[in-house]
Structure formats: C-alpha cells, structure tokens
C-alpha cells in the first residue's frame, strides 16, 4: 500500500487567507491522486482528482492541485478561504498495484471569521 | 454526480447482537465497494474489498468472520457486524467505485456514502 503523509495536523486561519495543505506520497510510478474534504457531520466528498495529463488540476468550490512529480507531491491550494471552508481535509492515492485508496491522516481547517 | 447511501445512519444495539449496514450505489453500478472504518479525529482505515459475486478480500488485522460482506449486486453491498462488542463501536464508511479503463491503469474514483454510526452498549 502506499504511504500518504500530510504534513499539517491543524490549520487555523482568517476569512480571506490563502490556504496551501501539504501531501507527499511514496509511489515512483503513476498514481492517481486525489484531495476528498469532509465537513463537519458529513461524508467524504470529492474535491478534485489528478490521473493524468495538466499537472495543475482544478476542482469544486475553488480548489486546485498541483502534481508535482518529481517531488512526490500533490498540494492542496486555495487562494481566498470562506468560514466554509472549515472542514477536514484528505489527500489520497490509488496504489496502481492492487487498486487500493490510501488515505493520509487529514487536516483538520478552521477558517475564522 | 455518483451518489452512494448508506442505511442506517446511526444505530445502538446491545452487545452480543448483529448488525447489518448496506451500502448502495444510486445512480451508477459500481464495480467494486470498499468498507472502511473511521475513529474518531482520525483518517479511513479499509478494512475490506468487495467485488460483486465474489468474496471479499480483507484487510490485515480485520476478522472476516466478524465483519460478513456480501455483495449481491453492482449496486449494493452489506456489511454485517455479528456478535458486536462496545469495541467494534465505530463510524462505518462504504465507497463504491466507479472505473475507466485507461491504457494499463484503470481510473478508479471511489464516492462515499455518508457513514453508518455503530454504538454497541
């Protein structure tokens, strides 16, 4: 399976902030990726995916993701959080070996008004 | 876009007893459900792979004797809790995924229902 670190536990920031979560993976080969937000008392939802193609990925509600390869990287951005915003966040990725989804272990964010 | 549901939402049962959770794919046939489990302030962890007529494979550490998948359908499966315990209270996920084949990787995008709340007193 593959490992899947997210580098901040918990983001606290103002209305307006821009906001940069941090995923690295450990897979060399080709991955798909994906950033999955769960707010509070809801389920997983899909924020965006990467599979192939623009490195640069553009998801709902404002987000986006750039795939860097060479840096096992897959980070999360937004550049003007809402109070809405405040939810936690997953970075995932599909083994291509066995078709498994790992996830890491989320950042919590709480946007202030 | 691909919903999945989840029924029950929430449901308390003493210890001892079983428990059925199903998990279904609304509006696309998935070729494969997966059923994680989700402690509190914590990420999924999979507990098991279900393809639809076949057996489920499941994760290291997970009692496939305790936690009974069948997948009857491309749109449904259940998970069965049976003999529960206060320990196996958790938030029970499901995802059901949707593939395209694409040259040798097939892109899967799992969409998750929204979780079933088991409390075993």
């Known amino acids: 399976a593959q490992s899947v670190s997210q580098h901040n536990h918990h983001v606290i920031l103002s209305e307006a902030a821009s906001l940069e979560l941090g995923c690295n993976y450990s897979?060399?080969?080709?991955?798909?990726l994906f950033w999955y937000v769960q707010y509070p008392g809801q389920h997983l939802q899909l924020l965006l995916k990467?599979?192939?193609?623009?490195?640069l990925v553009k998801g709902i509600k404002g987000f986006e993701a750039e795939f860097i390869k060479s840096k096992f990287s897959f980070n999360l951005r937004k550049p003007s959080v809402q109070w809405s915003d405040t939810a936690e966040y997953f970075c995932a990725v599909i083994d291509p070996n066995d078709y498994k989804l790992s996830f890491g272990a989320g950042t919590t964010v709480t946007v202030r008004a | 876009g691909a919903v999945v549901s989840q029924h029950p939402s929430w449901v308390i049962c003493k210890s001892g007893t079983s428990v059925k959770i199903e998990c279904r794919s609304l509006d696309f046939q998935a070729t494969t459900m997966f059923w994680y489990r989700q402690f509190p302030k914590q990420s999924l962890m999979l507990m098991a792979t279900s393809n639809e007529g076949s057996k489920a494979t499941y994760e290291q550490g997970v009692e496939k004797d305790k936690f009974l998948i069948n997948h009857a359908s491309l749109t449904l499966s259940t998970l069965t809790v049976t003999s529960a315990h206060p320990e196996d209270s958790s938030f029970y996920i499901c995802?059901?995924?949707?593939?395209?084949?694409?040259?040798?990787?097939?892109?899967?995008?799992?969409?998750f229902g929204p979780g079933t709340r088991l409390l075993v007193l």
């Open positions: 995802s059901a995924s949707h593939s395209a084949a694409s040259g040798r990787l097939y892109q899967e995008t799992q969409y």
């Open positions: 990467y599979f192939s193609g623009d490195p």
């Open positions: 897979y060399g080969g080709t991955v798909n």
